[in-house]
């Protein structure tokens, strides 16, 4: 593997990295965001694909202690991990599939329960999506907020004809947006518009994404554009609508 991997220092105690993932047509992206607390050990949401290169460098950063899968579709590359990093304990959201002959979620992330590290990093579920089960993570001191899947941020400069028509059918070409085609997990509205309004209440100015570009400044203001479709009727909200 590529022994020139650098993590990106975001913010103060915070860094990430964003690799290639594989998607039909489509360049998406993955990033894992670090988070070194106060105690100095790290918090790890999403990992990337395991390389020892990158193990090394977290190493070098603090002691390698929380594993975060923060959605049930966030499943990818947990094997590895495991393996390389036993001592660590790992998360998972409600209803991601695991296998226990080869490894198995140390906690079941919940909305009632407090985890050791949420002193600085609080969580909270975006419900009205069972089959996602998403955690949102706002890292306090940076006014810094960790999405996975509700908003996207693809640069098209990057993407094929493909790409771009898939963007713009799903309401999410050229801006941060929610994908029409993640909204159709939407099962009680309701409970996902309370918990955006939720989210949207707390105190934050960036925006650290799993795909896409990183949201610097504003992010507040442009996470609240994303969902604007939230205040109009729901027929008017579907993937063939033209909003």
Sequence with gaps: MN?????????????????????P?????HRMT???????ELWVHSPVEFDQALATELNALGTVQHFIAPSALHDLYWKDWFANFREA??????????????????????????????????????RGMPKINEFVFLHSATRTLIVTDIVFNFDIAQQNQIGKLFLKLNGIYGRVGCSRLFRLFIKDRDAFRQSIGEIMALNFDRLVLAHGAIVEADGKQILARAFDWLSKPEKQCGIASGL
């Design 3 to 23: 022994s020139g991997i650098i993590l990106n220092q975001i913010a103060e105690s915070i860094w990430e990295l964003s690799r290639p993932l594989k998607a």
């Design 25 to 29: 047509g489509l360049r998406v992206g």
């Design 34 to 40: 670090v988070v070194r607390l106060a105690s100095g």
């Design 89 to 126: 304990t790992f998360y998972r959201a409600p209803g991601l599939k695991e296998n226990p002959r080869e490894f198995a979620f140390d906690r079941v992330l919940d909305p009632n329960v407090r985890e050791p590290w949420e002193n600085e990093l609080p969580k909270m579920l975006v």
